[in-house]
């Protein structure tokens, strides 16, 4: 059953990026991101809220860090996604939001100290070859002559800024569960932006 994990979060990736596609032209982008995390707080409160004042110690002592967390995740990552929508296709969006698990082993080599192992460059040269096959429709010198969209610029910029946040979820552990870790930053940008809307 842990096999098919990694699986389903591929599937929701690639559920999440039709949707942002389908979302483009009818609703702003800001919006759609402000709407979406709203929607989760108002579902997870019943559960999430009367454990705050257990985790409130915790919170308090790592609120910078949620607080970051949180614009990395739940803001930066979110709307260059539904921005990216407008000008680049569902599948390329799905494709290189699969970049995120090769950035974060990179990513971690500044962050957690670790070492790229031969294997993981080999995998990571694999990968990469594989993107530019699908994004080149069987052509991988396709990036060679001609230009990568805006929305391909964007999804990459935000590939890295997931990967990053992954990266700093695993430097940064926190006493909380998933849920309540989930909970807190999505309430972070949801509160800043209550006004606005």
């Known amino acids: 059953m842990v096999y ?7 599937l929701i990736w690639g559920g999440n990026a039709i949707v942002n596609k389908m979302s483009a032209s009818a609703i702003e982008p800001s919006a759609m991101s402000f709407y979406r995390w709203a929607l989760a707080i108002l579902v997870m409160t019943p559960f999430c809220l009367p454990k705050v004042k257990r985790y409130w110690p915790e919170i308090r002592k790592n609120s910078a860090k949620l ?8 803001v930066l990552n979110q709307s260059l996604g539904y921005y990216a929508a407008a000008t680049t296709t569902a599948s390329n969006m799905a494709l290189i939001t699969s970049l995120v698990p090769l950035l974060a082993v990179f990513i971690s080599v500044p962050l957690l100290g670790k070492r790229i192992s031969k294997l993981s460059i080999v995998g990571g040269v694999i990968s990469l070859a594989g993107l530019a096959f699908m994004l080149g429709q069987g052509d991988i010198s396709f990036f060679l002559h001609q230009d990568i969209s805006q929305g391909d610029g964007l999804m990459v910029l935000a590939a890295i800024v997931y990967a990053t946040y992954c990266v700093l979820l695993k430097r940064w552990k926190m006493q909380l569960s998933s849920w309540m870790l989930i909970y807190t930053q999505a309430s972070l940008p949801s509160s800043c932006c209550f006004h606005y809307y």
């Open 67 to 74: 607080a970051f967390l949180a614009l990395l995740g739940m």
């Open 4 to 10: 098919l994990l990694p699986f389903f979060t591929v």
